[in-house]
């Protein structure tokens, strides 16, 4: 693949324009629900975790996943401290997305509290962030948008399917 023709997917509210999406002022990602301040949960202060690359899980390993580079399951410095087994920082610079549409799918089956009804997905062009996502360990990129490539329905059946093939996650 020619450097710079990579895209990336992102789910958004159906009734929003998805051109608020190339607006620098909303390329920040924030974990969903409460912040929680002190110990890490993701890695239980280890400060490194075992990464599970959805994009690659669901559509095969790929050597040019900016996510993995193809390595799909590996162990890393957690994304959530950072490796300090604090979580200091919520705030990343960046709009969440998957470099695949299957990664985005899977990820939106696994979160158990994700609102997959109204949705699209919006494929867009952009650099990526030298941020870390909080669900990189997913992995989740972070980008800057330049461009709209595409936006289509999210199906919830398709959701619906890979939840019931692999589970939501726990709690
Ligand atoms: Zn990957
Ligand atoms: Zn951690």
Redesign the pocket.
């Known amino acids: 693949m020619a450097a710079g023709s990579r895209t990336f997917f992102h789910c958004h509210p159906e009734e929003e324009d998805p051109g608020v999406l190339l607006d620098p002022g909303n390329q920040v990602s924030e974990p969903w629900g409460e912040p929680e301040h002190g110990p890490?949960?993701?890695?239980?202060?280890?400060?490194?975790?075992i990464y599970e690359c959805f994009s690659c899980m669901e559509a095969g390993s790929d050597p040019e996943c900016p996510a993995c580079q193809g390595r799909v399951r590996f162990e890393q410095t957690?994304?959530?401290?950072?490796?300090?087994?604090?979580?200091n920082r919520h705030q990343r610079h960046g709009l969440a997305v998957f470099p695949s549409r299957e990664g985005l799918y899977r990820y939106l089956a696994w979160k158990n509290d994700a609102r997959i009804e109204g949705k699209v997905v919006v494929e867009l062009a952009g650099e990526l962030s030298e941020d870390l996502d909080l669900d990189a360990d997913h992995g989740a990129l972070l980008v800057f948008p330049q461009r709209l490539v595409s936006v289509e329905p999210l199906d919830p059946a398709v959701v619906t399917a890979i939840r019931d093939r692999v589970g939501a996650e726990e709690g």
């Open positions: 890490c949960d993701k890695c239980g202060g280890q400060g490194t975790t957690c994304p959530t401290c950072e490796g300090c087994g604090e979580i």
